[in-house]
């Protein structure tokens, strides 16, 4: 089949490399590259966050998890490395659906641990856009006003009409863009906000707990650089960082990695600011009181908008004799976490 992908970021990248992967021609079009895309800001740690339905997730987060396992052994090439991850749990809840499949899940007093990918999404991206073009397709800039526009820019670029025979496919990966593309008024943007420091040594994913309406508060080391996180806002879609946000942040950080590590706590204590370091320096042992403050990353904060909806729309529709479309979009904040399992299931929609 001739397909067009319409998105460039993590899921329509997977998908289009799967197709490739399938046999298939694939194009890629859309409106931003893949560096400015939401999935260039995530974190971005592999752990089903935000996104339904669960058992699906569940399903779809374990063949990404086996696809980045593979990847880690390139890491410099690829962005992902395999972290210890510690995820708060207070009240000492159950184990959650998804931790069925990890093999070295356990629950621990106030805490669940596991080892999961992590993965430095920029470099992730390159490798992926790097594979795709390897394999003969080609990404285009182009914005689509509706799926009519998607099927006549399939005709245009493959030099075809689609027909029973062979139809327009089109995979529709745009994300939040699904909102105006195909008039989806279940989904809405959720703000996340970031900042980005670098230590060499810190290299534990530490995970918050955090309640229904509380902004969720993470610790992620990647390749190069550590994220802080995060917010979760679905009121504003602005995406000028807040500098009151960031050091709002750095504070529940340097509370966060406490337990762990008491330089790098006070290391991101003194970076919010003298006042909050002078108070955060009671808490930790007198030889780490002097710790300066972390070092921030080139361009250090930043804000993206996870396309959310009640659930993942993953479903083939045909739309008319010869019009197929795929859809794939509504990951919320697991987009990177769920993606090589829902490519996979593209591919069968399509098979
Ligand atoms: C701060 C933050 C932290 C996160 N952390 C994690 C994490 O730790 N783990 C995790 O799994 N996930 C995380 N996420 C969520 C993850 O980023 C998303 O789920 C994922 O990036 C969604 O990927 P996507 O390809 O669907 O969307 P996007 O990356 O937004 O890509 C959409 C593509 O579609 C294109 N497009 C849109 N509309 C049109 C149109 N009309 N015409 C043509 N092209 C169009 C866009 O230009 C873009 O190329 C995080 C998100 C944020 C913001």
């Known amino acids: 089949m001739r397909i067009l992908v319409i998105g460039a970021g993590v899921i329509g990248l997977t998908s289009a490399l799967r197709l490739q992967q399938a046999g298939h021609t694939v194009e890629i079009a859309a409106r931003d590259l893949p560096e400015a895309t939401t999935s260039s800001v995530a974190g971005a740690v592999w752990e089903p966050y935000a996104v339904e339905p669960m058992d699906k997730a569940t399903a779809w987060g374990q063949a990404a998890f086996d696809m980045f396992k593979e990847l880690s052994e390139d890491s410099w090439y690829t962005g992902v490395v395999m972290r210890d991850v510690w995820q708060e749990n207070p009240g000492n809840a159950p184990a959650p659906e998804w931790a069925a499949a990890l093999v070295d899940f356990k629950l621990r007093d106030g805490y669940y641990t596991f080892t999961a990918p992590v993965i430095e999404t920029p470099i992730l991206l390159r490798y992926l856009q790097g594979q795709f073009e390897e394999h003969g397709g080609q990404i285009t800039r182009n914005t689509f006003a509706s799926l009519d526009d998607a099927f006549a820019y399939w005709e245009m670029t493959f030099g075809a009409t689609g027909s029973a025979d062979e139809p327009c496919v089109v995979v529709n990966c745009t994300g939040l863009g699904s909102r105006e593309l195909v008039e989806d008024n279940a ?19 530490l995970m918050g707990a955090n309640g229904p309406g509380e902004n969720p508060t993470y610790i992620i080391p990647r390749l190069t650089n550590i994220v802080l996180g995060g917010i979760f806002d679905a009121e504003s879609e602005d995406l000028t960082p807040d500098p009151n946000i960031r050091t709002d942040i750095l504070h529940r ?9 008491q330089r790098f706590a006070m290391s991101l204590a003194r970076l919010a600011g003298d006042d909050f370091a002078a108070s955060f320096a009671e808490r930790v042992d007198p030889q780490y009181r002097e710790t300066p403050a972390a070092t921030l990353a080139d361009n250090p904060d930043a804000c993206g908008l996870r396309p959310c909806r009640s659930e993942v729309r993953l479903e083939r529709v045909e739309l008319a004799p010869g019009r197929v479309v795929v859809h794939n979009y509504g990951h919320g904040g697991g987009g990177v976490t769920l993606s090589w399992g829902c490519a996979d299931e593209v591919v069968r929609l399509l098979g």
């Open 253 to 261: 950080c340097a509370h966060l990695a406490l337990f762990k590590d």
């Open 187 to 205: 989904m809405y943007a959720g703000k996340g906000q970031i900042v980005r420091v670098v230590d060499p040594t810190f290299a534990f994913a």
